[in-house]
């Protein structure tokens, strides 16, 4: 896993609660495994008219926007689906931070797992984050991991809460299952304990 | 006196292989189950160069690829898709695991199949790379769904870092009215409290109405715990439970069985245990539901309409919901009655039990369905169940179509599939754009809804239908 410390990116504003893996990347491409990549795929078929030609309406198909590094949502981002695919879409498409009032808990890990960082802060902060980005399109945000900081385009900071365990693996790029075996007394313990406690398990 | 506590936190204390300072608890895992979207999760093990620490606790059974018109791995006529079951049975065989493949006669969505071959008990920890996984804890089990590394982390350590949750009860008190189900529970549940309303928490489902449902109907209030963003969705095990899991296949017997017994007579909440959070509905009010928009809170009794987003204060649910009814192609003020079907899908890990196609076997008995109907069985053995109380022949003498089990047309992903802007009433969960095919306008309902659609080209109150019968 990549370390994030710090990312400033252009953001783009997605004004729309309850958006679910399935729209993030869609069913038909969850068979493509991981060194296929999912470049160009971001959103496949809600950026996309029923004719198949691409929605100038659609935010990220705006010029403006096309590289941006930081989305800035509404309430439960990633809900659904627990599909890690969206992650990876995101990340294959530049996203390394998602700012939202709420994720889907699975989600939420998921990009925690690939080296993102989701940021929740509260309602109103993203809805005026937004309205900023409305008005100066193309303008930055800094998401800084090392002092739970975001930056919003206006320069106003906000300070958001990670859990700690997933910050100090974000920060230093940590593979968690090597993490967790040097736990390996503690689950070979706690095997011990279930196997004569709980007998009825095997 | 020892601290009142939630069975959720009974669940969760039995589990804790270790806690860090900052609340980081790494759990233990008692049951593992994957399928054959799993694969992404296995190509991670194998580039770590891991093995699966315990494969007498992971179960594997191929559902989300699965096509519904064939019984046979070679019979899969796209070269993917049978390349994605092979390669399940591959990885089954290279890492030990247990394998419930098409030939194995328990096949089926690895919710139904968890439960019904006794792998899912009261007092577990379950996982699964799914985001339905929820369904177990109408057992009494703490289970949840999680993703592609997650599961790689599972294989190879047999435990996952977690935060606790909080813990959430909804209470649905009173008696449900005639032709209202759990999915018609869990859909009111949802349309009250948002799809966002139990984010960052473990629900316990109880209350008269949540105890008086059979198996299949906890299983289905559950399934749809993470619609409304729960991490875990779980029911106080009893008597109905004790039953459900005796004698089988992988349930514990004789003294084994007798000391499980006992222990999962203490995993009910305390009296006096504190929730964070609490809801209540009144279940005798619940109405069958339909869904009208793109997300599982976009939810009305039958005898509703479409609703007016001018109606909406907030300006980004506005959007939202005028977004919805411009992809479900809908008119505000329009009667649910009004609104008319192009398939029927009565299937997937919320619906396809066998409590479940009974229900809609009793609406489609001596009708006729008006539009394509797929019925797809959660396993072979609700199947064979099925046929044998003649089931099938009631759904196919109606014109409907009785699949191989398997998800199906609930995430489009084996062929199955709604064509753009065809709608469907579905027992599936999730109702968002595109969820069954590109352009697909997806409504969900109950069983005996979606059989009452079926028969009647539209959604059909199916209280008025089941009138004078019961």
């Known amino acids: ?202 | 006196m020892a601290m009142p506590r939630t069975m959720f936190e009974k669940l969760w204390d039995a589990h804790v292989v270790l806690e860090r300072d900052d609340g980081q608890t790494l759990l233990y895992i008692d049951r593992h189950l994957c399928h054959d979207g799993s694969r992404q999760g296995f190509t991670k093990l194998k580039a770590q160069n891991r093995e699966v620490r315990r494969p007498d606790l992971t179960f594997a059974s191929p559902d989300h690829y699965r096509p519904t018109d064939i019984k046979s791995v070679a019979e899969i006529k796209d070269p993917k898709m049978r390349e994605i079951l092979e390669e399940l049975a591959a990885n089954a065989e290279r890492f030990g695991i247990h394998h419930f493949g098409l030939d194995s006669g328990m096949d089926g969505i690895a919710h139904v199949v968890g439960p019904e071959l006794g792998v899912t008990l009261p007092g577990i920890s379950l996982v699964c790379g799914d985001s339905h996984t929820a369904t177990h804890g109408a057992l009494g089990a703490f289970a949840f769904g999680i993703g592609a590394s997650e599961v790689a982390h599972v294989f190879a350590t047999q435990t996952l870092w977690q935060m606790k949750p909080k813990a959430m009860r909804v209470n649905v008190e009173g008696t449900l009215g005639f032709g209202v189900s759990g999915k018609d529970v869990i859909l009111a549940i949802i349309g009250q409290i948002s799809a966002a309303g139990a984010t960052g928490h473990a629900v316990e489902y109880a209350g008269s109405a949540i105890r008086g449902l059979d198996m299949e109907g906890r299983m289905t209030v559950c399934n749809m715990t993470i619609e409304a963003g729960g991490r875990a969705g779980m029911i106080a095990p009893d008597e109905t439970t004790f039953a459900y899991c005796e004698g089988r296949m992988f349930a514990p017997k004789e003294d084994k069985w007798d000391k499980a017994l006992s222990y999962w007579r203490t995993l009910p909440s305390d009296d006096e245990a504190q929730f964070d959070t609490e809801a209540v509905l009144d279940g005798s009010t619940i109405a069958p539901m339909v869904t009208w928009g793109t997300s599982p809170e976009n939810v009305v009794p039958v005898t509703g309409a479409v609703p007016d987003p001018a109606k909406e204060s907030d300006s980004v649910r506005r959007a939202t919901q005028e977004r919805a009814l411009e992809y479900m192609g809908l008119t505000p003020g329009t009667q649910m009655i009004d609104v008319a079907v192009d398939k029927v899908f009565i299937g997937s890990c919320t619906n396809a039990r066998i409590q479940d196609l009974r229900l809609a076997a009793a609406v489609a008995k001596d009708r006729r369905a008006q539009v394509r109907t797929l019925v797809v069985p959660g396993s072979q053995q609700v199947k064979r169940e099925a046929e044998a109380e003649g089931l099938d022949k009631i759904f196919t003498d109606a014109g409907m179509e009785w699949r191989e089990p398997g998800c199906s047309m609930c995430v489009g992903m084996n062929g199955d599939l709604l064509e753009p802007g065809e709608r469907s009433a579905s027992t599936s969960n999730r109702n968002f754009m595109g969820r069954q095919g590109e352009g697909g306008r997806t409504h969900l309902v109950g069983p005996a809804m979606a059989a009452a659609a079926s028969v009647s080209g539209h959604f059909a109150d199916v209280r008025t239908l089941m009138e004078g019968k019961s």
């Not at chain 1, 990340?91 to 939202?100: E, H, K, L, M, P």
């Not at chain 1, 929740?120 to 937004?130: F, K, P, Q, Y």
């Open chain 1, 1 to 202: 896993m990549e370390a994030f410390k710090t990312w400033t990116a252009k953001a783009a504003p997605i004004d729309a609660a309850n958006v679910d893996t399935d729209q993030i990347i869609p069913a038909p491409f969850l068979s493509r495994i991981r060194t296929e990549g999912y470049e160009g795929l971001l959103f496949y078929r809600v950026r996309r008219n029923a004719d198949g030609s691409m929605n100038p309406d659609f935010i990220l198909n705006q010029d403006i926007f096309k590289d941006a590094g930081i989305l800035v949502a509404d309430r439960n981002f990633g809900c659904g689906s627990s599909r890690e695919n969206a992650a990876w879409t995101l990340w294959d498409n530049g996203i390394r931070s998602v700012i939202a009032p709420s994720f889907g808990d699975i989600h939420y890990n998921n990009e925690m797992n690939n080296g993102m960082v989701p940021v929740r802060l509260s309602a109103e902060i993203c809805a005026d984050m937004r309205k900023q980005l409305h008005a100066n399109p193309g303008a930055q945000i800094t998401v800084d991991l090392e002092n739970n900081v975001v930056v919003a385009p206006d320069g106003t900071q906000h300070t958001f809460e990670i859990p700690e365990f997933n910050r100090y693996r974000l920060l230093n790029g940590l593979d968690d299952v090597s993490f967790t075996l040097e736990s390996e007394n503690e689950i070979s313990a706690y095997e011990g304990k279930r196997r004569d406690e709980a007998d009825w398990l095997y």
